[in-house]
C-alpha cells in the first residue's frame, strides 16, 4: 500500500469526513484546471467517529452512490487519513545515499521514532530537501499511521469498485490546495503566515501555513451537528429534518437571531481560542489572514463576522474560482460546496504531481 507517494493513473480525490463522502475529479489544460465532476453524499450519523470509520461497509456503499452521482469513469482515488492519526517527523538522513539505502535506513531506525510496533503501522517517507544544519545531509519526513486507518479506507473504496492509489494525510491536501487560494489573499500568501479553520460537522481543525507550508494542525470537538442538534431539539425535527432545514431554510422567523446567530458567535470564540493555543506555542507573532473551510463556511456573513471581532482579513475558501467547469457541473451548487471541498481537492490535485 502506497501511503503518501506520487503515482501516476489519472485520480478523483475522495474525502470521507464524519458527515457526508465528497467526491473530485480535475483535469488540467496547460495551467488551468477544469472540474470534470464532482458530488457529496451525506453519511448517516456515526459512520466515521472521531476521524476513524466506525462502518466500513455503510462508508463503501457512500463511496458507490457518490461515484455513481458524480459520473465520474476513473477506478483510481486518493483518500486521506486524518492529521491526528499520523504520527510524522522530520529526520536528517546522509544526503549520498540512494533512494533504496534510505528506505531500508528508515526502516531499520524508525522505532525510535514510532511509538507503535513497525508491524501495526504503514509507513511512508519523502524527502523535503537538503538539511539547513548540515549540507551534507537531507532533511526527510516521515510519516505513520496505524494500519487499521489506511486499510478501513482502502477497503471502503474496493466496495464501491474504487482502488487507492495514494493515502494522504488531511494537513497535506490542504496545503496542496492552498496554492489555488492564495491569489485572494494579501500578498498572495508568500512571507504570510495563514490560518486555515477547517469548521466541519464534529471538529473543528485549524491548519497554520507558513511561507505556504504547513507549521501547525490542531483539532478541536466543535462543529456544524451541534447547530443541527439545536435546531432538532428547538424546532422538534428528527435529525435529517434538522440538517435538510438547517441547508434549504423554512426554517421559523425567530431561527436566525435566537440560534444561528449563537452559534455564529460560537464559532468566532472556537476559531479565536485555536490561534490563542497557535500564537502561545509558536515564534510566529500572530497571523496574517484566515480561510474559512468545512461546511459551517458557507454560513451567510461568518466571514466578516470573524473579520470584525478577531480584527483579522478573512475569507471564504474557494479553490474553483479560477477553474473552468464542465458542462455537467451546476455552477451554483458547487459554489455552495466549495468550502467544504477543500481536502477532496487537494486529494484529487495529486493526478498532477
Aim: glycine share 6%; hydrophobic share 40%.
Amino acid at each position: 500500500m502506497v501511503f503518501l507517494k506520487r503515482k501516476k493513473p489519472p485520480l478523483i480525490g475522495i474525502d470521507i469526513s464524519s458527515a457526508a463522502v465528497k467526491l473530485l475529479e480535475l483535469s488540467q489544460n496547460g495551467s488551468r484546471y477544469r472540474v470534470e465532476s464532482y458530488a457529496v453524499e451525506p453519511l448517516p450519523q456515526d459512520a466515521v467517529v472521531d476521524k476513524n470509520i466506525a462502518n466500513v461497509e455503510v462508508i463503501g456503499n457512500t463511496i458507490k452512490s457518490v461515484v455513481k452521482n458524480s459520473n465520474t469513469r476513473l477506478k483510481h482515488a486518493a483518500v486521506a487519513v486524518a492529521g491526528s492519526a499520523v504520527i510524522t517527523k522530520v529526520i536528517s538522513m546522509p544526503g549520498s545515499m540512494s533512494s533504496d539505502e534510505l528506505e531500508g535506513q528508515i526502516e531499520l531506525e524508525a522505532d525510535q521514532y514510532i511509538p507503535y510496533a513497525l508491524d501495526e503501522v504503514s509507513l511512508d517517507f519523502e524527502v523535503l530537501g537538503p538539511s539547513e544544519k548540515n549540507p551534507e545531509m537531507v532533511d526527510v519526513l516521515l510519516a505513520a499511521s496505524r494500519k487499521e486507518n489506511v486499510e478501513d479506507r482502502v477497503a471502503a473504496l474496493e466496495i464501491a469498485g474504487v482502488k487507492a492509489k495514494i493515502v494522504d494525510v488531511e494537513a497535506y491536501a490542504m496545503e496542496n490546495t492552498f496554492s489555488l487560494i492564495a491569489d485572494q489573499l494579501p500578498e498572495g500568501g508568500d512571507h504570510q503566515t495563514i490560518a486555515i479553520a477547517d469548521i466541519g460537522a464534529t471538529m473543528t481543525t485549524l491548519n497554520v501555513i507558513h511561507n505556504r507550508r504547513i507549521i501547525y494542525t490542531r483539532e478541536q470537538g466543535f462543529g456544524g451537528k451541534q447547530l443541527t442538534e439545536e435546531i432538532q431539539r428547538r424546532y422538534g425535527l428528527s435529525y435529517e429534518e434538522a440538517g435538510l432545514a438547517k441547508k434549504h431554510g423554512g426554517l421559523p422567523d425567530n431561527y436566525v437571531s435566537d440560534v444561528l446567530e449563537p452559534f455564529k458567535q460560537a464559532m468566532v470564540q472556537q476559531i479565536s481560542r485555536s490561534l490563542q493555543f497557535f500564537v502561545s506555542s509558536s515564534v510566529h507573532r500572530g497571523i496574517d489572514a484566515i480561510v474559512l473551510a468545512g461546511g459551517c463556511a458557507s454560513i451567510s456573513g461568518i466571514d466578516s463576522l470573524v473579520e470584525e471581532q478577531l480584527g483579522t482579513p478573512t475569507i471564504v475558501a474557494n479553490p474553483f474560482i479560477n477553474m473552468v467547469l464542465s458542462s455537467r457541473i451546476k455552477p451554483q451548487s458547487l459554489s455552495n460546496d466549495a468550502p467544504a471541498m477543500m481536502i477532496a481537492c487537494g486529494l484529487a490535485l495529486r493526478s498532477f504531481d
